[in-house]
């Protein structure tokens, strides 16, 4: 072998040498290099299968609400009595039944107002069973100063009333009350609310 054919071989040889030191050097294997050196003739004969990732594993589809169930049945049909007999049909409407007796009256009220002179007005009250009299101005308008006249100190007060009136003639109040059997009653006062003589009974009408 001639001297230039030495030194291309030790050309080679120092290149084939350098280049494995150099890619240890830079932290690369000369196995993984020269793949990637190699003609691109060879690339079908490697073996470039990869690893496969383990799939995902894929959530369950939620159940779904069950169906519900069906409603109630119908009542059924009424069984036997304790005797064993079973129930009829119900029967006909009655007749209507008479109109009973009136209840007794309920609680009468009533009221009842005049004017007199010396710009005044009374006004005389039934109620729950008792009659008031009343007095005030009306110039101006003032409050009521009320008298009860069903009490001791005006005997003779009826049961039953259940109407009132009021009137005036000079200086003397009249006030009169009608009660449910049909009788008349009277009192007067002052206009000072002086009712001396208490309940009359006057003519039934």
């Known amino acids: 072998m001639g001297s230039a054919s030495r030194?291309?071989?030790?050309?080679?040889?120092?290149?084939?040498?350098?280049?494995?030191l150099v890619l240890a050097l830079a932290g690369f294997s000369a196995p993984?290099?020269?793949?990637?050196?190699?003609?691109?003739?060879n690339h079908g004969s490697c073996d470039t299968t990869r690893v496969?990732?383990?799939?995902?594993s894929v959530k369950g589809a939620k159940?779904?609400?069950g169906a519900k169930g069906a409603k109630?049945?119908?009542?059924?049909?009424?069984?036997?009595?304790?005797?064993?007999?079973?129930?009829?049909?119900?029967g006909p409407r009655g007749p209507r039944g008479e109109r009973?007796?009136?209840?007794?009256?309920?609680?009468?009220?009533?009221i009842d107002s005049?004017?007199?002179?010396?710009?005044?007005?009374?006004?005389a009250v039934l109620s729950k069973g008792k009659a008031y009299l009343g007095r005030r101005s009306v110039a101006p308008?003032?409050?009521?100063?009320?008298?009860?006249?069903?009490?001791?100190?005006?005997?003779?007060?009826?049961?039953?009333?259940?109407?009132?009136?009021?009137?005036?003639?000079?200086?003397?109040?009249?006030?009169?009350?009608?009660?449910?059997?049909?009788?008349?009653y009277e009192n007067y006062c002052t206009y000072a609310l002086s009712c001396p003589s208490g309940w009359t009974a006057l003519a039934r009408p």
Do not use: H
């Open 52 to 56: 496969a990732k383990p799939a995902k």
């Open 32 to 41: 993984a290099m020269a793949a990637d050196l190699s003609p691109s003739s």
């Open 141 to 184: 308008v003032g409050q009521y100063t009320w008298r009860d006249l069903s009490t001791y100190q005006n005997p003779g007060f009826p049961k039953g009333a259940c109407s009132v009136s009021v009137s005036t003639e000079g200086r003397i109040v009249y006030v009169k009350v009608l009660t449910t059997g049909g009788d008349v």
């Open 7 to 20: 030194v291309g071989r030790r050309a080679w040889l120092a290149s084939g040498v350098a280049l494995p």
């Open 114 to 123: 005049t004017e007199a002179e010396g710009d005044v007005e009374f006004s």
């Open 100 to 110: 009973g007796p009136a209840g007794p009256p309920g609680p009468c009220a009533d």
């Open 63 to 65: 159940g779904g609400n």
């Open 72 to 90: 109630a049945g119908k009542r059924g049909t009424a069984g036997p009595d304790k005797n064993g007999n079973n129930a009829g049909c119900p």
